[in-house]
């Protein structure tokens, strides 16, 4: 039996047009594997006693994993809005790529993207993070200070655009 845990608060229904895409993509794909993995499983299960079959327990596994996340998408997905990119130019909002200078002068390019679609290598942030909630609103020049495990910290946001700065070579 499990361990309890709360039920997570509702995440943002909002997602930019390639987030979606994306996820369309992703059922797609996860469809066509769980067709190769049932073909696998039931080799598996061909070969004899299931109980000390290790390929039968690992694609079985394999099977719910990709079954909980075809469920997941499919229920998530009807319900996610999408948002046009925005006509404001000098602030921020959804979908906006944010470049930011911290107090030691470094910088740091943040996306607002939806709660489905955060990766944070890409620097894609939530909009319903602290540091996206703090900069909604807000223009170039500006400044924010956000407190984060206990440290207080100030960003200056130096420019704020709706193009892929990685693609303005």
Known sequence: MGRWRP??????IY???EGFATLQTELKSLWKRRSDVVKAL????????????????????ELGGIDRR???LQKRIPTLKVVPQSA????????????????DE???????????ET??????????????R?????????TIRLTTGGVEREYYICVVRYTDPTDEG
């Open 42 to 61: 039931a080799a598996a299960a061909a070969e004899g006693d299931r109980s000390e079959n290790a390929e039968y327990i690992y694609r079985k596994k």
């Open 15 to 17: 997602i930019t047009l």
């Open 88 to 103: 404001q130019r000098d602030e921020i909002f959804f979908g906006a790529w944010i470049t930011l200078e911290l107090e």
């Open 119 to 132: 990766d944070a290598k890409r620097g894609f942030i939530s909009l319903d993070s602290p540091m996206a």
């Open 7 to 12: 039920p997570q608060p509702p995440s943002s």
């Open 106 to 116: 470094s910088t740091v390019v943040y996306r607002i993207v939806g709660a489905d």
């Open 70 to 72: 075809i469920r997941f």
């Open 134 to 142: 703090q900069l909604l609103g807000k223009k170039g020049d500006d």
